[in-house]
């Protein structure tokens, strides 16, 4: 499955660029409207240098795309989405071929640095609010069935649900916490960008 | 999106080449770190001081890196925090033997990649202070936000560490110098219009033609309340109660008074607020040693503006006296 991340990440890279646009729209509602952007800028880099990082290990390609965020991507995203892609990567080790425990392990590492670095957890309106609840989806899937494409299936469902119900929520991370209740009726765009990568990767699954 | 702009993506490294071209004795350019840094640092027995925050708030922080202000200016893009890469590179490269000092508006983006670019620095054997700035009054800091924003108080930070840094002043007595300045000043914005983003091409928000913003930040996102426009003797008196009264500012305080720009408002409508806000202010018992009126913080094209009240000693005082070199000159 070692070609495998590589493909994912190509594949969140390829779907984040494609959706700029949107996603600046999303962030513009309650926020100052720079997420697509930004992400976008360091996914471009990401995709662009492929061949400068090293892919000898699933690993070395995650800490190697954490480095380009980090070092392209300001705001808030950079930050988040590079401490993510690290701690996904340090959590593989030096694993030559990746299985389903580990693609859990990964997403759970990945969770784990989110809150850290943003000082944030489940309930504080964030790209937390759909990742979690999709991950926990995709880990019970895992368990029940061998089916991985019904699986990723499942967690787009529960990622996309999720991401909806944000609207409801009060913020309190980001700029959109600034305008206290007036964030009630928002989507937030970090839950919806986890929505369309788990759609994105599920129907490129199947394919 | 009306703009003097080419390239939405080229806005900021197109507007730091000019800035540099203009000062080309005093700044140069770095355009890997978007950054702007004076051609004279870092100075051996001299603390550098430097600041990120997102570009769309010029004069803030480019335009005022010179002597007796920020030696450097490492900016994001428009209202982003600078990638982390770009805070610990800058830092490497302004370090003195005496430290580097991190002005920091208090925003999750410029936390984190402060953070992120300080420990890096750290590991290289830099020593890094960080005075976060938190003047706005507007939001409720709490548990349950990230904190009061950063604005327009941010001149106040840098001009005072900016002038005691000149004179040898070591990077621990400058962050305690930059945290009492901190302490006792205090901000609120307002806007009539929002403000278009280059790389967005929409307005982040729109204000009807009766409507008001209270409670702004500097980055266009939405303040706490939309109301109908109010004359502007009335919009002061409820910002100059929300500043004065939160310290609170007291009768007898000797204070500096700034009406900041948020980049669209014409200078006449500052000064007409001036005139109203200075008596008010005296009327309250406090006096006002010196004034700043125009634009410091703005936030692009913006229509609105911003009140501060800095308490001062004379210390504080003494070094906002200061003279000092910049881009735009203020004083």
């Known amino acids: 499955m070692s070609k495998d991340v590589e493909f994912v990440v190509k594949l969140i890279a390829n779907t984040v660029i494609k959706n700029e646009q949107y996603f600046s729209e999303l962030d513009g509602v309650v926020g100052d409207g720079d997420f697509g952007y930004s992400i976008a800028r360091g996914f471009e880099k990401v995709v662009n240098e492929w061949d400068t990082v090293d892919h000898s290990l699933p690993s070395n390609t995650l800490k190697g795309v954490s480095i380009k965020i980090i070092g392209a991507v300001g705001g808030v995203s950079g930050p988040i989405w590079g401490t993510a892609f690290l701690r996904a990567g340090i959590a593989l080790g030096t694993k030559p071929e990746i299985n389903r425990e580990d693609v859990i392990v990964m997403f759970r590492a990945a969770i784990e640095g989110i809150k850290k670095r943003g000082n944030a957890d489940l309930g504080d309106k964030t790209l937390l609010d759909a990742l979690v609840p999709a991950v926990d989806q995709l880990e019970k899937s895992f368990k029940d069935a061998k089916d991985t494409g019904a699986a990723l299936d499942k967690a787009a469902t529960v990622a996309r649900a999720s991401a909806e119900a944000t609207r409801l929520m009060l913020a309190k991370r980001g700029r959109a916490a600034y305008t206290g209740e007036r964030s009630i009726g928002t989507l937030d765009a970090g839950a919806i960008a986890i929505a369309i990568l788990f759609e994105a990767i599920s129907k490129a699954w199947k394919e | ?331």
């Not at chain 2, 500097?218 to 706490?224: A, D, K, L």
């Open chain 2, 1 to 331: 999106m009306k703009k003097l702009i080419n390239d939405p993506k080229d806005f900021v490294p197109e507007m730091l080449k000019g800035i540099a071209l203009a000062n080309p004795k005093t700044l140069k350019y770095i355009p890997q770190y978007n950054l702007i840094m004076r051609t004279d640092i870092p100075m051996a027995n001299k603390v550098s001081i430097m600041q990120g925050s997102g570009s769309g708030h010029e004069p803030a922080h480019v335009m005022v890196v010179g002597r007796g202000m920020l030696d450097a200016a490492c900016p994001g893009n428009v209202f982003a925090a600078p990638p982390a890469d770009f805070v610990y590179h800058t830092t490497k490269l302004v370090a003195s033997p005496k430290g580097v000092l991190h002005l920091l508006n208090n925003y999750t983006g410029d936390t984190m990649s402060f953070n992120m670019g300080r420990e890096m620095a750290e590991a290289d054997g830099i020593e890094v202070r960080t005075v976060t700035i938190n003047d706005d009054v507007a939001v409720k800091g709490s548990l349950y936000t990230v904190g009061r924003r950063g604005v327009a108080g941010n001149f106040f930070v840098i001009k005072a560490t900016g002038a005691a840094a000149e004179r040898g002043t070591s990077l621990e007595d400058l962050e305690k110098l930059g945290n009492r300045v901190v302490e006792n000043v205090r901000t609120m914005g307002m806007a009539l219009t929002g403000c278009t983003p280059p790389a967005k091409g929409t307005p982040i928000f729109t204000l009807g033609e009766d409507e008001m913003e209270m409670g702004i930040g500097i980055h266009g996102e939405p303040g706490r309340k939309r109301v109908k426009l109010e004359r502007a003797n009335k919009i002061v008196d409820e910002m100059l109660e929300a500043v004065a009264s939160d310290i609170p500012f007291k009768a007898g305080d000797e204070v500096a008074l700034m009406i900041n720009g948020m980049g669209g408002t014409p200078i006449s409508e500052l000064y007409l607020l001036y005139g109203y806000v200075h008596e008010q202010v005296e009327k309250r018992g406090m006096k006002i040693k010196r004034n700043y009126v125009g634009n410091y913080c703005t936030s692009l094209e913006m229509a609105g503006y911003s009140l501060t009240l800095l308490k001062l000693d004379p210390e504080i005082e003494e070094l906002l006296a200061a003279p000092a070199e910049v881009a735009i000159r203020v004083f």
